[in-house]
């Protein structure tokens, strides 16, 4: 199976389960920009971005390679959304001041990409791009997490593309000079049983099982109940946000 793929896979469960970013975040981008007319959210999945962005953008186009999730995304009247792949789309030369890739800039031929950035950016345009890797609750539940992340799934489920995010995206080609950002987190509170749809949203457990037809997170699921204690308490997860932003031009 195509790899990217998985993310079409109950697209339902990202926009349940996956973490809500900070208002603070969107509030950041929007005072980097000169003008607010326009912003392109890429790899947009969900529109959970796209969302935040259409409160102080005018105009947002949102743009996915996988039409599932965004047939449920989130609706906002000045928001629209695509069908395209990062590398090319259908905007205009010169038209967008903000650029913005949530958790997917390692997914994308980036050649290729920051080539179409350049081009439809105005000439003060901006770019972010952000990730965010593993959460972290309690050590005990943190142990049992990271066991399932490096020990089961590895790099054998795992795509190559993921070491992006393992180093914080330290490493990922961003040809611009980069701006020195605030620090932002992320976070979502779950009972025992959201968890548990969070941890199926990772695409290496998808992987696992399409390769092996069997759930890894079952693999784990006794420990991480000991862990947890009582089933019917609540958790914060936070994760870090490893921001990268620069001017395109």
Sequence with gaps: MDYIKHFAQNPTEYLEYRPDYPVALFEYLASICDHHHFAWDCGTGNGQAALALATYFNTVVA?????????????????????????????????????????????????????????????????????????????????????????????????????????DYKTIAFPFKKSKTPAFEAQKTFHFSSLIGYLRTWSAVKEYQFKNEQDPVALVLPALEKAWGENDKDYTMRWSIHLLVGKLR
């Excluded at 050590?139 to 490096?150: S, T």
């Design 63 to 167: 743009s996915d390679i996988n039409q599932e999730p965004l047939n449920i995304a989130l609706q906002k009247n000045n928001l629209s959304y695509h069908c395209w792949p990062a590398e090319q789309t259908e905007l205009k030369d010169a038209s967008v001041d903000l650029i913005t890739v949530a958790q997917a800039l390692h997914w994308f031929d980036l050649d290729s990409f920051y080539e179409e950035a350049k081009r439809v950016a105005k000439p003060q345009g901006m770019i972010a791009a952000w990730c965010y890797s593993l959460g972290s609750i309690t050590p005990a539940i943190d142990m049992v997490i990271q066991k399932l992340y490096h020990d089961i799934l590895g790099d054998t489920y795992w795509p190559k593309e993921r070491r992006y995010i393992d180093e």
